[in-house]
């Protein structure tokens, strides 16, 4: 019986397994039921089967494991110094290859490098030790970055016949025109910004992408823009040549539009109202650029008007500062936005030059030799749509009468200007901003309505002149009025009456004491939030301030003791600096900042001795002795 039963078992549970029949899907001893490891390099991450980060682990060799399915590989901030052919060619799913920041030199790169990286949309070998580009780069390659290497020379497979090329950056190597070749781009019709700046070229290179939309060529040694160089450029937004070597004789009537298409005051013109607005951001003020005298206009013959794509329709964006131009440009397209012609040589600058561009809406003239004549009366009144004109550093005498309507803001510090008459500012109701620090300014020769018409003026600043007192008119809408670096013997209140908005006022480097304030000079600037009282003569502190008031500067006066009372009138005060006083330990009474609740930060240092500082404990934080 026990046999029996024991046979019907065998044959219930089948044939004994065999060597290779065990179900694979069964994890037998010693094994785990999740999938392998990823292959990764020693050292390196990857966050994704397709990504292998290598980046900043010192490598002196090329990693010899990396996955063929890698579709991103990054090495950049290594010391490569070559890339070896039989790794690089496993590698043929490669969409991103950046190789920034190593020591890899022409003689590292075969000339076979690249050709099985048939898929490779972007290359990033910046920063290494390159003297000729790579003769052949992938058809596939949309962004190629070979900035900051020794590159001389540029072959013609390098980046021609690249249909989905956008973007070429070239800028800090040593190319110069012979370096490039004339069909350097040929079959790239997509190049959208190439980016040459800080090379060695001479002219403008010819034969330049059709498409390009942003051209960089600044600081290089071009001191002329061939006939034609621009011909084919008719989308090109933003060109940049500025630090170069450019002299009037270097640009000429079709250097910004074409001869053909300047046609007769009779021919018809195109509708620009079909192009696109400009679409560029602007952040310009505080920058550094200028231009000169000029040439006489070519006569073109009178010929029928052209399409727009016989011109720079789309130029929005032109620096030619730091050249040594004599004249405007002539011909200026007229979507021309904006125009730096500052650090140039101009001293005079013709109407008939601006008149095309009648789109300008900032104009830079700035460290040019603009004289006492360099801007005739009208000169620039074509430009309707101007918004801000830069003319610092130059040396004109007066502000320049005429100028458009629509001007927002005139910067006009460091030039000669000794006096303002009652209409040299009329013309300007729009103006924002008048800048004219660092003239030659007396309030004898300031009229009393000078500022009258600037009805929309928000910031003025006459600092760095030699007025004597406030001037008087000024607009009520003020938000900010600079007067530091005067000559300021006294307050009168009545010239401050009516600027009820205004939120910062400086006075510092003046020759202000505590008796030339007069009684209610503060009582109608009840917005003053900013007030600069530095480096006077001031005794103590100035009684009955704004009630706004939330920043002090006391700073290089005679202050020697601060009183319980200094403070009642600003209760919202947040910083209080009076460094370089007379104070000694106890010069401030103990009940000083009551009531100063929002007070953080109190500047005691660099007087006699160091200052006990004592703030309520409900204020933000507890300053120490002698500083914040």
């Given at each position: 019986?026990?046999?029996?039963?024991?046979?019907?078992?065998?044959?219930?549970?089948?044939?004994?397994?065999?060597?290779?029949?065990?179900?694979?899907?069964?994890?037998?001893?010693?094994?785990?039921?999740?999938?392998?490891?990823?292959?990764?390099?020693?050292?390196?991450?990857?966050?994704?089967?397709?990504?292998?980060?290598?980046?900043?682990?010192?490598?002196?060799?090329?990693?010899?494991?990396?996955?063929?399915?890698?579709?991103?590989?990054?090495?950049?901030?290594?010391?490569?110094?070559?890339?070896?052919?039989?790794?690089?060619?496993?590698?043929?799913?490669?969409?991103?290859?950046?190789?920034?920041?190593?020591?890899?030199?022409?003689?590292?790169?075969?000339?076979?490098?690249?050709?099985?990286?048939?898929?490779?949309?972007?290359?990033?070998?910046?920063?290494?030790?390159?003297?000729?580009?790579?003769?052949?780069?992938?058809?596939?390659?949309?962004?190629?970055?070979?900035?900051?290497?020794?590159?001389?020379?540029?072959?013609?497979?390098?980046?021609?016949?690249?249909?989905?090329?956008?973007?070429?950056?070239?800028?800090?190597?040593?190319?110069?025109?012979?370096?490039?070749?004339?069909?350097?781009?040929?079959?790239?019709?997509?190049?959208?910004?190439?980016?040459?700046?800080?090379?060695?070229?001479?002219?403008?290179?010819?034969?330049?992408?059709?498409?390009?939309?942003?051209?960089?060529?600044?600081?290089?040694?071009?001191?002329?823009?061939?006939?034609?160089?621009?011909?084919?450029?008719?989308?090109?937004?933003?060109?940049?040549?500025?630090?170069?070597?450019?002299?009037?004789?270097?640009?000429?009537?079709?250097?910004?539009?074409?001869?053909?298409?300047?046609?007769?005051?009779?021919?018809?013109?195109?509708?620009?109202?079909?192009?696109?607005?400009?679409?560029?951001?602007?952040?310009?003020?505080?920058?550094?650029?200028?231009?000169?005298?000029?040439?006489?206009?070519?006569?073109?013959?009178?010929?029928?008007?052209?399409?727009?794509?016989?011109?720079?329709?789309?130029?929005?964006?032109?620096?030619?500062?730091?050249?040594?131009?004599?004249?405007?440009?002539?011909?200026?397209?007229?979507?021309?936005?904006?125009?730096?012609?500052?650090?140039?040589?101009?001293?005079?600058?013709?109407?008939?030059?601006?008149?095309?561009?009648?789109?300008?809406?900032?104009?830079?003239?700035?460290?040019?030799?603009?004289?006492?004549?360099?801007?005739?009366?009208?000169?620039?009144?074509?430009?309707?749509?101007?918004?801000?004109?830069?003319?610092?550093?130059?040396?004109?005498?007066?502000?320049?009468?005429?100028?458009?309507?629509?001007?927002?803001?005139?910067?006009?510090?460091?030039?000669?200007?000794?006096?303002?008459?009652?209409?040299?500012?009329?013309?300007?109701?729009?103006?924002?901003?008048?800048?004219?620090?660092?003239?030659r300014l007396v309030s004898a020769h300031v009229h009393r309505?000078?500022?009258?018409?600037?009805?929309?003026?928000?910031?003025?600043?006459?600092?760095?002149?030699?007025?004597?007192?406030?001037?008087?008119?000024?607009?009520?809408?003020?938000?900010?009025?600079?007067?530091?670096?005067?000559?300021?013997?006294?307050?009168?209140?009545?010239?401050?009456?009516?600027?009820?908005?205004?939120?910062?006022?400086?006075?510092?480097?003046?020759?202000?004491?505590?008796?030339?304030?007069?009684?209610?000079?503060?009582?109608?600037?009840?917005?003053?939030?900013?007030?600069?009282?530095?480096?006077?003569?001031?005794?103590?502190?100035?009684?009955?301030?704004?009630?706004?008031?939330?920043?002090?500067?006391?700073?290089?006066?005679?202050?020697?003791?601060?009183?319980?009372?200094?403070?009642?009138?600003t209760p919202r005060l947040r910083a209080l600096f009076l460094?370089?006083?007379?104070?000694?330990?106890?010069?401030?009474?103990?009940?000083?900042?009551?009531?100063?609740?929002?007070?953080?930060?109190?500047?005691?240092?660099?007087?006699?001795?160091?200052?006990?500082?004592?703030?309520?404990?409900?204020?933000?934080?507890?300053?120490?002795?002698?500083?914040?």
């Open positions: 019986m026990r046999l029996s039963l024991l046979l019907l078992l065998l044959l219930l549970s089948g044939p004994p397994p065999t060597p290779g029949m065990e179900d694979a899907a069964f994890p037998h001893m010693g094994e785990s039921s999740q999938p392998p490891p990823r292959a990764c390099p020693p050292r390196c991450s990857c966050p994704r089967a397709d990504t292998v980060d290598c980046n900043g682990l010192d490598l002196q060799v090329f990693p010899d494991n990396i996955t063929r399915a890698a579709q991103h590989l990054s090495l950049q901030n290594n010391q490569l110094q070559e890339l070896p052919y039989n790794e690089l060619s496993r590698l043929s799913s490669l969409r991103t290859l950046n190789l920034h920041n190593n020591l890899i030199s022409s003689e590292g790169l075969p000339d076979e490098a690249f050709e099985s990286l048939t898929q490779l949309r972007h290359l990033y070998v910046a920063h290494n030790k390159l003297s000729v580009a790579p003769q052949f780069l992938p058809r596939s390659l949309r962004i190629a970055d070979l900035a900051a290497n020794q590159v001389t020379e540029i072959f013609p497979l390098t980046f021609g016949e690249k249909p989905a090329l956008r973007s070429v950056y070239l800028h800090n190597n040593q190319l110069s025109n012979a370096g490039l070749p004339p069909d350097a781009f040929h079959g790239s019709e997509a190049v959208v910004t190439l980016s040459l700046s800080s090379n060695r070229l001479s002219y403008l290179p010819p034969s330049l992408p059709p498409s390009l939309e942003r051209l960089h060529l600044q600081n290089n040694f071009i001191s002329k823009v061939p006939r034609g160089a621009l011909s084919r450029q008719t989308h090109l937004r933003e060109l940049y040549l500025q630090h170069n070597q450019l002299t009037d004789s270097g640009l000429d009537a079709t250097t910004f539009r074409l001869a053909s298409a300047l046609t007769s005051k009779r021919a018809s013109r195109p509708d620009l109202s079909t192009h696109p607005a400009p679409s560029w951001g602007l952040q310009l003020l505080s920058q550094d650029r200028s231009s000169t005298p000029r040439l006489p206009l070519e006569a073109p013959s009178p010929t029928p008007a052209l399409s727009p794509a016989s011109k720079l329709y789309h130029l929005e964006y032109l620096d030619l500062s730091h050249n040594q131009l004599a004249s405007v440009p002539a011909a200026l397209p007229r979507s021309l936005a904006v125009l730096h012609l500052g650090r140039n040589c101009i001293r005079w600058v013709e109407a008939a030059r601006l008149r095309g561009a009648r789109g300008l809406r900032y104009l830079l003239l700035q460290h040019n030799k603009l004289g006492a004549t360099g801007l005739p009366a009208g000169a620039l009144r074509p430009l309707r749509g101007l918004h801000t004109l830069h003319l610092y550093g130059n040396r004109l005498e007066r502000v320049p009468l005429a100028l458009p309507r629509r001007l927002r803001a005139l910067v006009l510090p460091h030039n000669h200007v000794t006096a303002l008459g009652a209409r040299d500012l009329a013309g300007m109701p729009g103006l924002a901003e008048l800048n004219l620090a660092y003239n309505r000078a500022f009258r018409p600037l009805r929309a003026l928000r910031s003025l600043d006459l600092a760095g002149n030699r007025l004597t007192r406030v001037p008087g008119g000024l607009p009520g809408g003020l938000h900010t009025l600079r007067l530091q670096r005067n000559q300021l013997r006294a307050l009168e209140p009545e010239l401050l009456a009516g600027l009820h908005e205004l939120r910062e006022l400086s006075l510092a480097h003046n020759h202000l004491r505590i008796g030339d304030i007069g009684p209610g000079t503060w009582h109608e600037l009840q917005a003053l939030q900013v007030l600069d009282l530095s480096h006077n003569e001031l005794s103590f502190v100035p009684p009955d301030l704004p009630e706004a008031l939330e920043e002090l500067h006391l700073q290089g006066n005679r202050i020697g003791h601060v009183g319980s009372e200094a403070f009642l009138s460094r370089a006083n007379r104070l000694h330990m106890t010069s401030i009474a103990p009940e000083a900042f009551l009531g100063l609740l929002h007070l953080s930060v109190v500047d005691t240092a660099g007087n006699p001795e160091q200052v006990l500082v004592q703030l309520p404990p409900t204020a933000p934080r507890q300053p120490r002795a002698g500083g914040s």
